[in-house]
């Protein structure tokens, strides 16, 4: 927790928070940042400003800050994410590493070898989402939650949707048998599809081709997706 | 398992193997691949050849298979890793990762900020890494795996022994203060020394300077070391 990420909730009055009892946040900063009165912490909003937070009185049971917002979050990353349903404990994993990578807008889509029973998960609503998404935030010192959406039939979302979704993106598909290497960064914004274990079927690709999306082989080296899409986000971006 | 990872220990003879009862490679031959007689899977042997099992006996107690062994295991990563030794349970999916990576040289180490009871971990063993890394090999369809050596003190590893470590390579350590950006890819080896959660202290990175590493920003998002390495890599390295 590299920046306590706030909710307007948590103030008291326009610059002072309390944080109560057995909230997370409080136990981290006793027991990890070991904060005392005095001590400054680095604090954001919730899709707003970061600053710092004067701790005026911690124990236990209570923490309370005095809040002054001076910063902008930093820049979100360039980049839209398109990507099949994972396993839900893969999944919890991925959202805190995009979301720390800046990626602020998520397509989670139904394709051929999704199993089937992923959907079912009770894990995939949106409350789930932000709280793995907010741990991600909270490392890489942003403030701005990712926008998350699901789309359960592949053909209506890639045919009717994503030619809209990715205009004005350089759209890549990773194909570990295509030809095209990767790109050099043009800088553009990046639209990225990534396949569900065991990657897209052949349909699927040449359907993402159809619409807009050039195949682009990443390496012959076949990475777990929570692997590849940081490696893929170093090769993609000059900067993060 | 994108290869089915044999060692010499399987083999009946030149050219069979047979796996027996409950090991997880059956298992997963069974209920993933869906094997039956006649099924070819690639295979691979430990630190040796890639080739393919044609599958001649199989039922949940035995699977035999006639080996040919025909190609030689992907190109190693041209990086050592120096890494500070991480909580336990996230070092088991470091060594997948990097091992599915294809870095064949790991020194695992001491820095002031390693938690010091991860020492005293049962898990930190060759046994331990070695079933680790496997995972990853097997997934990216390597057969050879990483060396792992583990150095408790810092400052004689980084004065005494890296040096000669990181001859013939470009030595970098990632900090997030530091100003040098990212370099251009030139081809090199690449030593890459990464800091334990919270990072190196001021006095490790001036020693790791002082012994021949650049310091460089590698963006100024904190990410879990975890994806940070994939990151890294995907910077680093136009092929995998």
Same mark, same amino acid.
């Given at each position: 927790?590299?920046?306590?990420?706030?909710?307007?909730?948590?103030?008291?009055?326009?610059?002072?928070?309390?944080?109560?009892?057995?909230?997370?946040?409080?136990?981290?900063?006793?027991?990890?940042?070991?904060?005392?009165?005095?001590?400054?912490?680095?604090?954001?909003?919730?899709?707003?400003?970061?600053?710092?937070?004067?701790?005026?009185?911690?124990?236990?049971?209570?923490?309370?800050?005095?809040?002054?917002?001076?910063?902008?979050? !930093?820049?979100?990353?360039?980049?839209?994410?398109?990507?099949?349903?994972?396993?839900?404990?893969?999944?919890?994993?991925?959202?805190?590493?995009?979301?720390?990578?800046?990626?602020?807008?998520?397509?989670?889509?139904?394709?051929?070898?999704? %199993?089937?029973? /992923?959907?079912?998960?009770?894990?995939?609503?949106?409350?789930?989402?932000?709280?793995?998404?907010?741990?991600?935030?909270?490392?890489?010192?942003?403030?701005?939650? !990712?926008?998350?959406?699901?789309?359960?039939?592949?053909?209506? /979302?890639?045919?009717?949707?994503? !030619?809209?979704?990715?205009?004005?993106?350089?759209?890549?598909?990773?194909?570990?048998?295509?030809?095209?290497?990767?790109?050099?960064?043009?800088?553009?914004?990046?639209?990225?599809?990534?396949?569900?274990?065991?990657?897209?079927?052949?349909? %699927?690709?040449?359907?993402?081709?159809?619409?807009?999306?050039?195949?682009?082989? /990443?390496?012959?080296?076949?990475?777990?997706?929570?692997? /590849?899409? !940081?490696?893929?986000?170093?090769?993609?971006?000059?900067?993060?």
């Amino acid at each position: 927790m590299n920046l306590v990420l706030l909710s307007p909730s948590d103030f008291i009055n326009s610059n002072e928070i309390v944080i109560h009892g057995k909230d997370r946040r409080l136990i981290h900063i006793l027991n990890v940042h070991k904060a005392k009165i005095g001590t400054k912490l680095l604090v954001g909003v919730l899709n707003s400003k970061i600053g710092t937070g004067l701790i005026t009185n911690i124990d236990k049971n209570i923490c309370k800050m005095t809040i002054t917002l001076t910063d902008n979050p !930093p820049p979100p990353l360039p980049c839209i994410l398109v990507i099949a349903l994972q396993r839900p404990k893969v999944l919890k994993r991925i959202l805190e590493c995009v979301s720390g990578l800046g990626i602020k807008k998520i397509y989670i889509i139904e394709t051929w070898r999704v %199993e089937k029973s /992923f959907w079912n998960s009770p894990l995939l609503n949106q409350k789930y989402f932000e709280k793995h998404c907010i741990l991600g935030l909270e490392q890489s010192k942003d403030t701005v939650l !990712p926008s998350i959406e699901t789309r359960k039939k592949f053909k209506p /979302f890639v045919e009717d949707e994503l !030619p809209q979704i990715i205009k004005g993106t350089k759209a890549l598909v990773a194909h570990p048998e295509a030809k095209n290497v990767f790109p050099a960064f043009s800088g553009e914004k990046v639209t990225l599809a990534i396949g569900p274990e065991g990657g897209f079927i052949p349909y %699927e690709i040449e359907m993402l081709n159809k619409n807009g999306f050039d195949i682009i082989n /990443f390496g012959k080296r076949i990475i777990k997706t929570e692997w /590849f899409i !940081p490696f893929a986000i170093g090769k993609l971006f000059p900067n993060i």
